[in-house]
């Protein structure tokens, strides 16, 4: 491993100006990415700056309006320890309960997670689905991006050099309202998605979808959101025909790669497999059965 500095900032300001003093800087949260990279000479540095010691970033609540606020660098262990959290997010429960085993998730953080920009990532299919949003602190001022809007390409993202991701933030969960991650991995645990779905929905009054959101991951460049899916859904009663809809849909947007872990035929079929089931655990949800 190359010789960097290590910073152990006490506050945003002190890591703002640590960012902004020109050398080459990368992060550290859980360190579950960025450690394995350094040590592989696949990520170089002139400067380590530790977020572990920054209150806004350690820290997460449940907000009076019933939304959830997570700072990027909590330990996805605490958040789904959290009987509230579990309670009323299982969606984000589902993804931060299979990002390695428990080891690294009393580390990892979903801040890492989302900034490491995997397209095979664990969280962002499940809160794409779950409408979060970034909170991005730069020098001048905080903006927020839809996390959908966040990857711009494998490892890359929308933060800009001099900015931090600060927290993620999920909308309070509405009536009638069921969300479900899921991913297929050839093994059961401790490994990376071939293909991942995410999927959310929203009945009406009168039990047909309000609502939708479905979400990929491992088959394009990012995770993708797929628009079309949500289109097969809305206005229509929650069932096989219309999830299948949905399902062919995500099938024709996903856009894999061959690899070790899979090829293009078969991550397609997942696209469309997982896309079914993550709208009928959504489903389940709602009904209080999941
Ligand atoms: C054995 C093993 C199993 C794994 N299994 C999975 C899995 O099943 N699914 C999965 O999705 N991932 C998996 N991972 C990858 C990794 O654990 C996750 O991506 C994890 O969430 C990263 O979080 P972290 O806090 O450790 O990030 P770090 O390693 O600390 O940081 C990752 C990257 O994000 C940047 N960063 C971190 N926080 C911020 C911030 N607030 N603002 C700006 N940049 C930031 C860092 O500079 C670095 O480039 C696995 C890793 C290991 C070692």
């Given amino acids: 491993m190359e010789a960097f500095d290590y910073l152990e900032p006490r506050s945003l300001s002190e890591a703002l100006t640590a960012l902004g003093n020109g050398k080459r800087s990368l992060m550290l ?3 579950t990415d960025v450690i394995v990279q350094l040590r592989e000479g696949r990520r170089e540095c002139d400067q380590l700056i530790d977020l572990k010691h920054i209150p806004e970033l350690m820290s997460y609540r449940i907000t009076g309006d019933g939304s959830l606020e997570i700072g990027a660098a909590v330990p996805l262990a605490e958040l789904y ?3 509230e959290v579990r309670r009323r997010f299982p969606a984000l429960v589902d993804a931060a309960t299979i990002i390695g085993g428990i080891a690294i998730q009393s580390r990892a953080s979903l801040g890492g997670n989302l900034c490491n920009a995997s ?3 664990d969280s962002s299919p499940a809160l794409m689905a779950l409408g979060a949003r970034l909170v991005i602190v730069a020098p001048s001022g905080n903006r927020e991006v839809a996390v ?7 490892g ?3 933060l800009q050099p001099g900015e931090l991701l600060l927290q993620v933030k999920i909308p309070a969960p509405a009536a009638n309202f069921g969300a479900f991650y899921h991913r297929f991995i050839p093994r059961n645990e401790m490994d990376i998605a071939v293909a991942s779905a995410g999927a959310s929905l929203t009945l009406d009054g009168s039990g047909r979808i ?3 959101r479905v979400a990929l991951g491992a088959v394009a460049a990012t995770p993708i959101m797929v628009p079309a899916a949500a289109s097969a859904l809305i206005g229509k009663e929650p069932n096989t025909d219309a999830f299948a809809a949905a ?3 995500a099938a024709a947007a996903a856009a894999p790669i061959d690899d070790m872990r899979g090829g293009i035929a078969q991550r397609k079929h997942l696209s469309k497999v997982l896309t079914v089931r993550a709208l009928e655990g959504a489903l389940q949800r709602i009904r209080g059965n999941r």
């Fill in 156 to 158: 890359r993202s929308a």
């Fill in 81 to 83: 320890e959290d009987p």
């Fill in 148 to 154: 959908e809007e966040f990857f711009t390409g494998p």
């Fill in 29 to 31: 949260a859980g360190g």
């Fill in 247 to 249: 399902g062919a849909a």
């Fill in 119 to 121: 397209p095979a990532a």
């Fill in 210 to 212: 309000q609502a939708a």
